[in-house]
């Protein structure tokens, strides 16, 4: 009887080994599952990541050609500041000379005629641009020109950042803006959404989907017998 008894007990001892022990599997199993899911989730992150660090970089880029945008508004502004002067002094210059070759003229002309000559050529008919009324014309299509856009403030450039975009212009020189300009990233479609994303990206900015060929599919998890 006590033998009996004592293979009873173990034969509930082996069950209650072979329960657990199929409960030990279950938990094993479920961690495999969860390290594996830890480690995609890892690598998707350092993708994340490098792709975080890209889209800084391209910002700055682009940041960097607006301010340069900004100091090339600024230097041409200078240039035709200055341009506008040196019209504004050759017109009033060509004005006096011209008030000074009238009467001059006039006198020739009256000379001319005391002893049977033709009078000389008015400046019109020696050169089309010189009309008569040309001096008072020209004040008259400067005040109707268009006024330039006003760039608003917070686009301005400080005025150390264009310290050395100085202007160096004479009768035949003339500054020519910087050619800084930033070449567009590399693009790729999107498999899902078929839009173009940048060649790095992990994951579409757009329609959320990640990249086939460098994010695989997490496994799928058992569900508890």
Known sequence: MAEELNILNKLEALKEIRSKTIQLEKLKHKIRLEVECKESEEKCLGEYKSEMELLLQ??????????????????MENVIKQAEEERNKSLEFAKRLHEDYIPLKGYIDKLRGEIGLHGLPDLHEEDVILTPDYFEKQKIEWQTEPQEPVVP?????????????QVARNKNERPQPTSFRQQPPPMKSCLSCHQQIHRNAPICPLCKAKSRSRNPKKPKRKTDE
């Open 153 to 165: 403030q917070s686009l301005s450039l400080p005025a150390a950042a264009a310290q050395h975009l």
């Open 58 to 75: 391209e910002k700055m880029a682009h940041v960097e050609e607006l301010r340069q945008i900004h100091a090339d508004i600024n230097v």
